[in-house]
């Protein structure tokens, strides 16, 4: 029985199931079917040098396009290699919605989504416009967050929160208390934004819980992790003892290769790298998920590690067992990768410029057991 779809000769790395090795990977009716040697199928494709992953996740994105001024458009995000993208706080309980009727429904590529406790989302992001969320209380909106959420278990799979100088303006971590009262009553984990005090780093850590995923979590100073003796911060130390997941979310003012350096040197590894891809960092200095990941090589992380907080630690972060792993009977998802070696050109949040070695390039997916194409058909 020829199956519908056979990777040929790719290595596959898949973290969750410990595997790194060169072999097929076949798939039928939208699951992945078979995994081994010298499989045949009526689309072949020879993956050959090229590295095979389990759907890549992006955990941090920004995809109500149209809805929201920072909102990119998902299918640019899936002809970049990812397989799910997890769009945080786009959407409110006031505009979730039209976040599921004009872009989820319609999307080719899954999104997930964190639901903003803000009421509107955010609604003021722009080059010329920034009013953030958190700024006005009477936008907190608990009870519609908790309403929606349980309306929609299929898609929002958390509660996200921004607080900062920039998000919150002088709210403090009010917004910070609202969305973790508003993910205790429904279950879910809660993605918290930071940047500039107030609220410290100290302050916002203290407040989440195991499971509560900090976004942003290798920012330039100020709160960022490290210290400026080259160390960790023990509140971030102690938030990881907790079980707080630590995500890259770089956008555009959020990664700093010094604050990564630093922390790498330390061996604290970020749990998820995401690319927090929106309107204003699309073009740079994010641009995308395997742009982050490729950072991250060059900085010298492994690259099995690197696939891990791409797929099997997403997957856990966002309690999604079906997804992060190539496994037979499981989704029919798959990202290809070329490594190229040369010399890139890097850039982060704060400007800084960086020459790499490394580069990790899209050069197809596999969504519901089918190569994409570009097109839903
Ligand atoms: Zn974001």
Redesign the pocket.
């Known amino acids: 029985m020829p199956l519908d779809l056979v990777l040929r000769g790719g290595r596959v790395i898949d973290p969750s199931q410990g595997i790194d090795a060169v072999m097929d990977v076949g798939f039928e009716n939208g699951r992945v079917a078979k995994i081994g040697g010298e499989l045949t199928g009526a689309d072949i494709r020879d993956v050959s040098g090229r590295i095979v992953t389990p759907g890549l996740i992006d955990l ?3 995809v109500y396009l149209g809805g929201t001024s ?1 909102g990119v458009d998902p299918v640019r995000l899936l002809n970049g290699g990812c397989a799910t993208l997890v769009d ?2 786009s959407a409110g309980p006031g505009n979730y919605a039209g976040f599921l009727a004009h872009v989820i429904r319609l999307s080719p590529v899954r999104i997930l989504a964190f639901l903003n406790v803000s009421f509107a989302g ?1 609604y003021g992001f722009s080059k010329r416009v920034m009013v953030g969320e958190g700024g006005d209380l009477r936008l907190m909106a608990p009870i519609d967050a908790v309403e929606t959420a349980r309306a929609n278990p299929d898609t929002i799979v958390g509660v996200k929160v ?1 607080v900062g100088m920039h998000a919150s303006q002088g709210s403090g971590v009010i917004p910070l208390d609202i969305a973790r009262e508003t993910a205790e009553e429904i279950g879910l984990p809660m993605m918290v ?1 930071i940047d500039h005090p107030p609220p410290t780093l100290e302050d916002v850590l203290a407040r989440m819980r195991k499971g509560d995923i900090l ?1 942003h979590c290798f920012r330039p100073f100020p709160n960022n992790p490290s210290t400026a003796d080259g160390g960790v911060r023990r509140a971030a130390l102690e938030a990881r003892e907790r079980g707080i997941i630590f995500d890259i ?1 770089h ?1 555009m003012g959020s990664f700093a290769f010094k604050t990564a350096k630093t922390m790498l040197a330390n061996g604290f590894l970020p749990d998820c790298i995401s690319s ?1 891809v ?1 309107a204003l960092c699309i073009d740079g200095p994010a641009f995308d998920l395997l742009t982050t990941m490729s950072k991250f090589l060059c900085l010298g992380m492994g690259l099995n590690d690197i696939v891990r907080a791409a797929t099997e630690s997403p997957a856990k972060a966002l309690r999604r067992k079906d997804l992060g792993a190539l496994k037979v009977g499981g989704v029919g998802e798959a990202s290809i990768l070329a490594h190229r070696e040369g010399a890139f050109d890097y850039v982060d949040s704060t400007g800084e410029r960086m020459t790499g070695d490394q580069r990790l390039i899209a050069s197809g997916v596999v969504v519901n057991g089918r190569w994409w194409t570009g097109s839903n058909t």
Do not use: V
């Open positions: 941090h994105t920004h920072l945080t706080g955010i921004r934004h976004t979310g956008g927090d929106h």
